[in-house]
């Protein structure tokens, strides 16, 4: 069965920065897209960036410019870099690995960036 499991969320000051991993453990094979969502209290789960077998890359508007988002195929990891954190940034953040037809999703890391 496959678990994906996040870390390296925590508390920073703004403009901080912060790295967090997703690794997949079980047998998971041809991951297409692996991506970082989050949820702000009281709001709806949104995406933050996605990257896709080819390497390429996508980010949210409100991200672009402070996260880089990487993968390690070799070890099903991927990587969210942000740096320059803002309040705004504040929520739960989750991976999810997408493999074919299966959608795998990591029980989500807390992020809480102070003023």
């Known amino acids: 069965q496959v678990q994906l499991v996040e870390s390296g969320g925590g508390l920073v000051q703004a403009g901080g920065s912060l790295r967090l991993s997703c690794a997949a453990s079980?047998?998971?094979?041809?991951?297409?897209?692996m991506a970082w969502y989050r949820q702000a209290p009281g709001k709806q789960r949104e995406a933050v960036a996605a990257?896709?077998?080819?390497?390429?890359?996508n980010y949210a508007d409100s991200v672009k410019g402070r996260f880089t988002i990487s993968r390690d195929n070799a070890k099903n990891t991927v990587y969210l870099q942000m740096n320059s954190l803002k309040s705004e940034d504040t929520g739960v953040y989750y991976c999810?690995?997408?493999?074919?037809?299966?959608?795998?999703w990591g029980q989500g890391t807390q992020v809480t960036v102070s003023l």
């Open positions: 079980g047998s998971i094979f041809s991951i297409n897209v």
């Open positions: 990257i896709i077998s080819g390497g390429t890359t």
């Open positions: 999810r690995f997408v493999a074919g037809t299966s959608n795998y």
